[in-house]
C-alpha cells in the first residue's frame, strides 16, 4: 500500500505547478506581444527587401519619424518617398521607415549596422535626440528604483508584459491623449511641457543637461560616420517644434559635413492644424510639410 502524501508534499506540488502555469503564461503573453510589436513595425516600416535598382532611403528617427497618431501612409518618410517618385518618374525609390516610438539615440546606435547591412541605403535621413532629454525614456532616473532591485532594472524595462502593465497605467492618467489609442493602437505618453524633460522643466539641472547633450552629439556623429561608412549620403533634420533639439542636431550636422535641413516652425507658423491632438506630434497636414522641405535636399544627393 502506496504512502499517503502528507499535507506538505501536497502544498509543494500545487504550489510548484501554479508556478509553473504562471512561468508558461508569461512566457506566451512575452513571446506574443513581441511577435505583435514586430508585425506592427514591419507594417509601417513596409517591404524588408532592398530594391538593388532603386535609390533606397533609410529613415531614422522616433515617434514623429514612425508617424505617431496619422496612418502609415500619411508619415512623411511614405510621403517623402512618394513625391521623389512623383518629381522624377524616371527613377526608382524606396523607403523604409525605421521611426520607433520612444526610442533614444543611445538604441538606434545600437541597432544601426543591422540596418545599413540589410537595406544597403543610398541616403540615411536622421530626426532625433529629443527622447534623449526625456528622463523616463533615457532612463536618466528610474522610476522602478523603489521596487525592483537595481540589477533588475534594465532586464525588466525591455519585458513586452511590462511595458503593456505600463501603458495600461499611462491611460488612467487624466493628462494622456486616448484619442490616438482609440483610433490607431497608440498612446501618446505626455503632453509637451508635462513629460519630464531635463530641457524644460524646473529646476534645470545643467550638469545633467550638460552630460546628456554630449553623449546626444557623439551617438549623432557616429551615426553619421557609420551611415557614410555603408556608403550612404546623409541628411539630418530639425524638428517643428524644439529650438534646444535642433541646434544640438544641426551643430552636429555642420561640424561633420551632413547636409542639414531646418524644420523649425516660428510661433505664427505653429498652427493647430499642423498637429495631432496631443498637441506635438505632426498631424497629417504637419508630415507632408516636412516631407516638402525634405525633399529638395534629398534631390540634391540624386547622381
Known sequence: MAPKSSPFRSALAILATIVFAIAIAFVALEGGLRALGWVTLRVRGGNDTPDRTAYRILY???STTFGLGVNPEEAYPVVATALLAERHPDRRFQGFNRGVPGMVTNAML?????????????????LAGANDFNEELNHIESAESWWIPAALVPFVRELRLYKTVRLALELMRPDVGRQNFLQHGEVVYYRHGTSGNILYDPPRDEA???RVTAQLEANLTTMIERSRQGGAEVVVLGYTRSAAESDIAERVAVRTGALWVPMLLSQEEQTPDLFTADGWHPSAKGHRLIAEKLVPALETLLD
Do not use: F
Request: net charge negative; hydrophobic share 50%.
Open 110 to 126: 545600437i541597432t544601426l549596422p543591422e540596418k545599413l547591412d540589410t537595406l544597403a541605403p543610398n541616403a540615411v535621413v536622421i
Open 208 to 210: 545633467k543637461i550638460a
Open 60 to 62: 531614422l528617427g522616433e
